[in-house]
């Protein structure tokens, strides 16, 4: 059973650039959550996509945006690169509107980014 | 005030020791609560989740979640080296399509 997918693992990026991330959710789930986690911190809310929708969305600027595709992967883009843009990009899969009996939010491994 | 507060240590503790990991919230609307184990640069890992109050064990770890007082915590028992990470706590609602707030981590070093 595939886990949460993403790529790329690192990537450094200028100020100024735009950059892409992409996540391939865990096999039977729908729903693709974007976080942030800065160094000591924990993760932030970015968005939330399902059915190809954003559904809900933290504090962030609108130089983030994303997508979701029929086959529910999903892509960050950051445009407008900040060097406060550096962190590990989190994606996490779930199943839309069934919490509960142990269905929850996992994981994929990360993006690292870095903007010099 | 952030929706879900967490200390984040560090925490050093002596192999074998009981740890003891907690985290508040002011969001009553939470009824998920998760507690998620990440080593250094890896993606967080599901270890615990209950749903509103009570106890749930697991081994060495048992999750507790006292919904009066918005506090939540995590037990590990007879500690490890391996136990040497950083815990989140996250709590979601079904209020706002279970979005999943994370406390700040706690840092814990297992000292063999």
């Known amino acids: 059973d595939a886990g949460v997918t993403q790529s790329p693992t690192h990537l450094i990026k200028t100020r100024g650039q735009q950059v892409t991330l992409r996540c391939s959710p865990k096999?039977?789930?729908?729903?693709v959550s974007w976080y942030q986690q800065a160094l000591g911190q924990g993760p932030q809310f970015i968005f939330q996509?399902?059915?190809?929708?954003?559904?809900q969305r933290g504090n962030f600027p609108d130089r983030f945006s994303g997508h979701q595709f029929p086959n529910y992967s999903s892509e960050l883009n950051v445009n407008a690169l900040l060097l406060g843009d550096s962190a590990l990009y989190l994606c996490?899969?779930?199943?839309?509107?069934?919490f509960g009996s142990g269905n929850t939010i996992y994981f994929g491994e990360g993006s690292w980014l870095t903007v010099v | 005030q952030k929706e879900v507060e967490q200390d984040p240590g560090p925490l050093s503790v002596p192999e074998g020791a009981i740890v003891s990991l907690n985290c508040t919230y002011s969001?009553?609307?939470?009824?998920?609560f998760m507690w998620y184990r990440q080593y250094s640069r890896k993606g967080p890992e599901l270890l615990m989740y209950?749903?509103?109050?009570g106890n749930k064990e697991d081994g060495r770890f048992t999750a507790q979640v006292d919904k009066s007082s918005k506090y939540i915590s995590l037990f590990i028992r007879d500690s490890q080296p391996s136990d040497s990470a950083t815990y989140l706590c996250?709590?979601?609602?079904?209020?706002?399509?279970?979005?999943?707030?994370f406390g700040a981590g706690t840092r814990l070093f297992v000292k063999a």
């Open positions: 209950t749903y509103s109050s």
């Open positions: 096999s039977g789930h729908d729903t």
């Open positions: 996250a709590m979601s609602a079904l209020a706002g399509g279970f979005k999943t707030i």
């Open positions: 996509y399902y059915e190809e929708e954003e559904r």
């Open positions: 996490a899969s779930s199943l839309w509107g069934s």
């Open positions: 969001n009553s609307a939470f009824q998920y």
